[in-house]
């Protein structure tokens, strides 16, 4: 059973406001769901970047539980650390507390630099839940593109010019790259509160590895006003770019299947960093992203529906 | 009951790590360590050991997983050579500035390119800034032993520092030696029980590790309890070395003397160098020359003032340095004792030697040619090199 | 308030390796400053689907009893996800 927002909001909220993350920061709303959605107490490990800066300056922590930040690239070894002490001191005998263990990276924390020790952790199976809240590029460092930039966004490092149009390649399928190591694996959008808190919730249940990679809009690198950052969150699942799936077991679970698929052109019109993009010369473009998201739907289909065969 | 075996280096540290039994191991291999972590593994799958055994996929996570580790407040070591710790370096400075216990063993390893496998002590000089307390042991006795009393070192309340210690790579890590190995549950009592300040992993404490200093931070402040906690690790380190002693009979200083007392000339050296050196001394001796050999143990924090001492009233020494120092001023222990030397207003004619790299065997006749040398700038008052080479091929 | 007390802490009393021997302490740190315009709730629209209270960033919704009773004025950067998500229209958001 999916916990409602009412029982949900019966309890303290694990991150505490106060927090310097800007206005309508798509990171914390995610981070907020998938701790809440935990019944034991929780530990979290955070790679370096924007959610991590913004909630531990000293003195000040929002972490209302057990926090660690060691450094970029390893939020998954350093968490996998964390739960291999808890297994030593459990088995020793010299600790009783059960916790769920939490380790958040942003993309450039997961899908760059940070891949090989979220890839050893999942491999060596330490039951913890890796989320990645994806805001599209490096937002800490002032909005550099990354491995999760979709093609033609611009960034500060993608630039817009004459001989460019922003991002030349398409962002990479870490997702998929998750799904390959087993475990439970799934894809979320905090439009979708419940389809996200139901992830979360399974994911605390699996005993194994766990990964989700959430969606999070972030108004000041994407450029759109701040109150419409869970709207961007869900114009993604509606024109599929972001679709909401899960897998388990090695079998793939489509979640949201909308009835009606938008254009894809509906998410990126309102956004500021696509705006070249809607200039006559760079129609090519918006077709090659209607392409890349239409195959990857229906690379999805199929996959679904390969899995339902046996 | 103690017991004697005839075992490797690498054998000696993981019977010394199986006797302190951490919490967690994060580990990976590397050439010539990695039989420590197979020995270990072999007493994790044998149920010997109740340690959290984690085979990382790279050194970079293997520290990073230690540093979890300690914070959640296990008691955590690991082990490296060369590019494995070269590959830890971000995470060492992160380790010592979080003060995290954590004890690591590097066997001396020489760093590519060119790619070679075979000992200097290039890694661990590669760290010798980075915060950690750094033993140097000349055999596989000594590596057993500061290995054990590294734990004591580290998780002192005054220090809260990692430690590292280190042996040659092959010379001793894959020599079997005659190693006296203490009952298992004398060195689990004499290190004691570990009770971290703030375990990530209490429910009711939480504890926010890593934090981020902003704007008018503690920075500075913390860099400079680090250095005092840093300077402090010399003294415990002797309260740790006495208390060893009873337990084991073997008493460690911050440096060993040997044949100092009336010496008129000295050789500095570090690992197994040392060794050999002490025979070329006794040869000396039973010519009725007075050399003497100096052995580096605690390595940093730099025991300086003691160091001073010791060479004071020397017609002439020289420093062994086996790793390259890229500097027109010499290797890397050459300049902390001439440092030492110049701040304390005493001077010792002082020779550099680089010497060893990349496993070139140490032969008695360079030791030989760097106490001719010096016999010589003891008679005649004059240095004529400063930095030279010994067993470079023509 | 925190038990933990750092305010106008000296070097002399930081607790090792920068560690925060508390959680939860940024609720001392006001953010509220930052808001531009802020957000005011009709009660009379409003049904309690606490939408708001799920996508607010900075926890600034106050539910009591599974009812909004209003904002944390303290902490709430005036982002307006809240006014924009309500499906009822129910919160306004006006000049400070
Ligand atoms: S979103 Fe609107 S209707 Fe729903 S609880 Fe909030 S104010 Fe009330
Ligand atoms: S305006 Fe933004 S910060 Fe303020 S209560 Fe609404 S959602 Fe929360």
Redesign the pocket.
Known sequence: MVATLKELAAKEDKLSPGHRLC??CGASVVARMILNASTLPVVVASATGCMEVSTTIFPYTSWRSSFIHNAFENSGATMSGVEAAYRALKRKGKMKDEFNFVAFGGDGGTFDIGLQSLSGAFERGHRMLYVCYDNEAYMNTGIQRSGATPMGAWTTTSEVGKKQAGKIQHRKDLTGIMAAHGGYVAQASPSNWRDLVKKAEKAFAFDGPSFINVLAPCPRGWRFPSEQTIEFARLAVETCYWPLFEVEGGKYKINVKPKTKKPVTEWLKPQGRFKHLFKDVNADKLDELQKFVDDQWDRLLALESACRLD | MARVEAITGNVAVAEAMRAVEPDVIGVYPITPQTIIVEAYAEYVAQGEVGTEFVAAESEHSAMSICVGAAAAGARTMTCTSSQGLALMWEELYIAAGLRLPIVMFDVNRSLSAPINIHCDHSDTMGARDSGWIQIFSENAQEAYDNFIQAVRIAEHPDVMLPVMVMMDGFVISHSIQRVELLDEDKVKKFVGEWKPDYPLLDADHPVTWGSFDGLGGFYFEYKKEQYDALQRAKDVSQEVAKEYAKLSGREYGLFEKYKMDDAEVAIVAAGSTAGTAKTVVDTYRQNGIKAGLIKIRLYRPFPAEEMVEALSGLKAAAVLDRSPGYDVLGGPIFQDIQSALYQSGTSVPLVNYIYGLGGRDVLVSHIEKAYEDILNVAKTGKVDKKVDYLGLKE | MTKWNYKGIKAKDLPKGAVIPEGGTAADYETGGWRTKH?VLDKEKCINCLF?YA????S??IVENGKVVG?DLKH????????FECPKDAINMEDE
């Open positions: 206005a309508g | 957000p708001c996508f607010c960033p900075d600034s919704v904002f709430c950067k005036g982002c307006g996800i809240c006014a």
